[in-house]
């Protein structure tokens, strides 16, 4: 596989249950991050890690819980959402933190019910 | 504060016409740089380009072309000959190149484009 893979595709939860997402990049990049995207605003930037190390909580509720196990791996543990979380949340990764160019994933598509 | 504004929220055009996509950024800062960014309907983002704040040349790019213009703080994204696939959502985005020296990239609203056959 090539690029950035982002697993489940779709997720609907509910507001009790602990689920996560899962990225992983092919890419040989050293930094992952997490956006949100919710429908009528703009992409929000969640979380930064370069070389595993967190370098960006952009004032995320802690419901939001990350992990970057290596450079190649990357999670969102969440739990007890409220429905506004529901968005597309989207990996990416890049080579460095020096304005590389983005690599995103496909998305998974949450819902909170 | 640093602003992203992309005012055409959706846009529709049949196959074959030419379409501008128009960018609107804020910032105070004399370096800085643009991007933007496509979304096809299978969600991924995909890189299209990167202009610095220093080099107001336009380019082209086979059937893309962006024009930056300083005087009027714009990055505007033609399509010529449109064509379906190009249906999607297109994304402007800004940075500041050392805002704690990463890509903190902030993205304007978008712009969906629908192009018929």
């Known amino acids: 596989e090539t690029g950035v893979t982002q697993t489940p595709r779709h997720l609907v939860m509910g507001m009790t249950n602990k689920k996560s997402l899962k990225c992983e990049q092919h890419l040989g990049h050293n930094a992952m991050y997490w956006y949100k995207q919710s429908a009528k605003k703009p992409l929000e930037l969640m979380f930064v890690?370069?070389?595993?190390?967190?370098?960006e909580n952009n004032s995320v509720p802690s419901r939001f819980s990350p992990e970057c196990p290596n450079s190649s791996h990357l999670f969102l543990h969440l739990h007890t959402l409220q429905p506004e979380d529901s968005a597309l949340y989207l990996c990416?990764?890049?080579?460095?933190?020096?304005?590389?160019?983005?690599?995103f994933g496909n998305g998974t598509r949450l819902t909170v019910t | 504060a640093q602003k992203v504004t992309q005012a055409q929220t959706e846009i529709s055009v049949v196959e074959k016409e030419d379409v501008t996509l128009d960018c609107v950024y804020e910032?105070?800062?004399?370096?800085?740089?643009l991007f933007w960014y496509k979304q096809p309907p299978s969600g991924e983002l995909v890189f299209l380009i990167r202009r610095n704040s220093f080099d107001e040349q336009n380019e082209i790019s086979g059937r893309y072309s962006w024009n930056f213009q300083k005087s009027t703080s714009s990055f505007n994204f033609t399509i010529t000959a449109s064509q379906v696939v190009d249906s999607a959502v297109y994304f402007c985005a800004l940075t500041l190149p050392f805002s704690g020296g990463y890509n903190k990239l902030i993205f304007g609203a978008g712009t969906r484009l629908a192009v018929h056959p």
């Open positions: 990416a990764s890049s080579q460095d933190l020096q304005l590389t160019p983005l690599h």
């Open positions: 910032t105070r800062d004399t370096t800085y740089y």
């Open positions: 890690y370069n070389f595993k190390e967190q370098t």
